[in-house]
């Protein structure tokens, strides 16, 4: 063994991550040979791994972390939190940890008369929104309204509820059997996007129970955007034929956008929303179900009818995410962080510009807030832009994953002016690199 190749603390922590875990949206056959980075450690905003190498950290974590890692304020408030109590169940019963945070968010979001429907991930407050906007409806003896729309492009996480609010793709098609059916509108790829929806709503109010939509961005698609009044319309649409509207800001909530959420933004109230990845500023897994009171009331009934809402995740309302969520939301005022989202957004745009202005391989460049996609034009369609592209960033340092051929750029909310230029330098090397200057 005296090859250092073969002895390096990465090749022994990739070797004995492939034996035994299985990653997400990884094919693992090729998991290994694709120079995973195996993270030990992490600071502000660079993860460091198992051989002390340190990558900046330009997609949040997958679109999670929003204030850094290991925020010394966050910590310690799950420092607090285990002393006191980690997890308590939310079923008939209830934890003060998670009171004070719903108390907190309840005049920060954007829902009126909110209560919050505790769960895990994404993809369960979405189930959570899907039944719970199903129920609305048969509370009431209406039993006609049992169909959603929604909009191509969409994704909604990746259970068979939201997979089939969803628009497939991303390699979920063979599951089509399982899905049940859907209406969709287009997505926001189509500028005609919303006369479609609106026109939609009207002809089946009847029958709808609900609209899903991503507020201002569709993220995993590949970050495409709209403006702030086409989503009014939807839901100026909806309100005006009573049909609920769902929010999923799960990806676009807690600053990304530039405002605290997306629907800030579009100055709509939707009826339900979904909340989850910066929920605890990327730390622990939280997600919600947000109701508004009309919602809430129309399951309030006798004990033990069948008013109730028959639904709840083992790990809902979770102390310690409490806790960390709660520090979270108070330093996002302190640190005045959608501030800095403003201007980091503002500069990142006018970087990406000049850096894109000589280099045709570059198609579009869409952005909200935070959220890009810088979407490649490769002259072939088996390049691999996307991949080859983010891996040339992370051999210079700076951790980028692809939505095919959408280089992602997701910065954390606190990032610098220094960081900014580094990222889109970096981008800039790597383009040439696998495109050619
Ligand atoms: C990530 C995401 C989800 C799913 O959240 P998970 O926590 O991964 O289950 C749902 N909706 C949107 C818009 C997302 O970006």
Not at 61 to 71: E, F, N, P
Not at 140 to 160: F, N
Not at 408 to 437: K, N, Y
Request: with cysteine.
């Amino acid at each position: 063994m005296t090859d250092p190749q073969l002895t390096s603390r990465h090749d022994l922590w990739a070797a004995r991550d492939a034996a035994v875990v299985w990653h997400g949206f990884t094919q693992m056959s090729a998991y290994v040979d694709n120079a995973p980075i195996i993270v030990e450690s992490a600071e502000g905003r660079e993860l460091i791994d198992v051989d002390g190498r340190r990558y900046l950290d330009a997609i949040s974590s997958l679109w999670v972390t929003t204030l850094g890692h290991r925020v010394p304020e966050l910590d310690q408030a799950a420092r607090e939190q285990l002393d006191r109590v980690a997890h308590s169940t939310m079923l008939g019963n209830g934890n003060m940890a998670t009171i004070v945070l719903a108390e907190a968010l309840a005049p920060r979001v954007p829902v009126s008369e909110p209560h919050f429907l505790f769960a895990s991930d994404g993809a369960a407050a979405v189930e959570q929104a899907l039944k719970i906007a199903f129920q609305f409806w048969t509370n009431q003896g209406i039993t006609t309204r049992t169909r959603y729309l929604a909009l191509g492009g969409a994704y909604h996480g990746d259970t068979i509820g939201s997979i089939s609010v969803g628009a497939g793709g991303f390699g979920t098609d063979m599951f089509d059997p399982l899905r049940f059916p859907v209406l969709r509108a287009p997505g926001y790829d189509d500028p005609g996007w919303a006369d479609i929806a609106v026109a939609m709503i009207a002809t089946h109010a009847h029958e709808l129970a609900a609209v899903v939509i991503e507020p201002l961005v569709q993220g995993a698609v590949g970050m495409w955007v709209t403006n702030p009044e086409s989503v009014a319309r939807v839901a100026e649409a909806c309100r005006e034929h009573d049909v609920l509207l769902i929010a999923d800001e799960v990806a676009t909530g807690f600053g990304r956008t530039g405002t605290l959420f997306a629907s800030d933004q579009c100055r709509i109230r939707p009826d339900l929303m979904c909340i989850g990845k910066g929920l605890t500023g990327g730390y622990l897994a939280m997600a919600a179900t947000v109701a508004s009171r009309r919602v809430y009331q129309a399951f309030l009934g006798p004990d033990l009818s069948e008013m109730t809402l028959y639904h709840g995740h083992s790990f809902s309302g979770n102390a310690l995410a409490a806790a960390v969520a709660l520090r979270h939301l108070q330093l996002f005022d302190e640190l005045e962080v959608l501030a800095n989202v403003r201007d980091r957004a503002a500069q990142l745009s006018q970087a990406l510009g000049t850096m894109a202005a000589n280099r045709g391989s570059i198609g579009h460049i869409r952005q909200r807030g935070l959220m890009v996609g810088v979407e490649m034009n490769p002259p072939a369609d088996d390049l691999r832009w996307g991949r080859k592209i983010c891996a040339a960033s992370v051999r210079r340092g700076v951790l980028l994953r692809p939505l095919g051929d959408v280089v992602v750029l997701m910065p954390i909310l606190t990032t610098t002016a220094e960081e900014i230029e580094r990222i889109v330098s970096v981008l800039g090397e790597a383009i040439d690199e696998v495109c050619g200057p």
